[in-house]
């Protein structure tokens, strides 16, 4: 069965194929998943940037270890929350929980993401390692949210490309 994704010059998977076909992007825009994953995105960045400083904080100054951890912990939640509801998102635009060709490899990426915030949620609940090793195991968890947030920005963006061109108002055409 051939792919009815069309080619664009850009806003293309790295197949060459187009991020949506027309009906992906009606199932996509008429979703109230699509708001609910604009919404989560940025306060998980915002969650991050806090914990993120306050990690640092305790590991450069061995103060504020319950901040720090509370603050994992929370990022750790909203990591969670923003998977379970990209996976809804998935399944109504794409017809599939995850890996869904246009976002396969972000799937992949958010897998490792998910993967290291749990083993630090484990190592925290089974006291495994010291306070700074687990802290170690966050940071290498937000390294890898950095590069997996990344990957869903420049897919954000090849989507903005691929968007159809809205037509002038007659108003523009006929001045």
Same mark, same amino acid.
């Given at each position: 069965?051939?792919?009815?994704?069309?080619?664009?010059?850009?806003?293309?998977?790295?197949?060459?194929?187009?991020?949506?076909?027309?009906?992906?992007?009606?199932?996509?825009?008429?979703?109230?998943?699509?708001?609910?994953?604009?919404?989560?995105?940025?306060?998980?960045? #915002?969650?991050?940037?806090?914990? +993120? $400083? &306050?990690?640092?904080? =305790? /590991?450069?100054?061995?103060? %504020?270890?319950?901040?720090?951890?509370?603050?994992?912990?929370?990022?750790?939640?909203?990591?969670?929350?923003?998977?379970?509801?990209?996976?809804?998102?998935?399944?109504?635009?794409?017809?599939?929980?995850?890996?869904?060709?246009?976002?396969?490899?972000?799937? #992949?990426?958010?897998?490792?993401? +998910? $993967? &290291?915030?749990?083993? =630090? /949620?484990?190592?925290?609940? %089974?006291?495994?390692?010291?306070?700074?090793?687990?802290?170690?195991?966050?940071?290498?968890?937000?390294?890898?949210?950095?590069?997996?947030?990344?990957?869903?920005?420049?897919?954000?963006?090849?989507?903005?490309?691929?968007?159809?061109?809205?037509?002038?108002?007659?108003?523009?055409?006929?001045?």
């Amino acid at each position: 069965m051939r792919d009815k994704r069309t080619s664009t010059a850009k806003g293309r998977t790295p197949g060459g194929l187009a991020l949506y076909t027309p009906e992906e992007r009606a199932r996509r825009d008429a979703t109230r998943w699509t708001l609910v994953q604009g919404i989560l995105a940025p306060i998980q960045f #915002v969650v991050f940037l806090v914990s +993120l $400083a &306050l990690v640092l904080r =305790y /590991l450069t100054t061995s103060e %504020g270890a319950m901040a720090a951890t509370a603050s994992v912990v929370v990022k750790t939640l909203v990591l969670y929350t923003i998977m379970v509801t990209g996976a809804v998102w998935e399944k109504v635009v794409f017809g599939q929980w995850l890996f869904a060709r246009a976002f396969f490899w972000e799937d #992949v990426f958010s897998m490792l993401v +998910l $993967a &290291l915030h749990s083993a =630090y /949620l484990a190592a925290l609940i %089974g006291d495994w390692g010291s306070p700074q090793a687990r802290m170690g195991i966050a940071l290498a968890a937000y390294a890898a949210y950095l590069i997996n947030a990344t990957q869903f920005v420049l897919k954000l963006r090849a989507a903005r490309l691929q968007a159809p061109v809205a037509s002038p108002p007659l108003s523009a055409v006929a001045a």
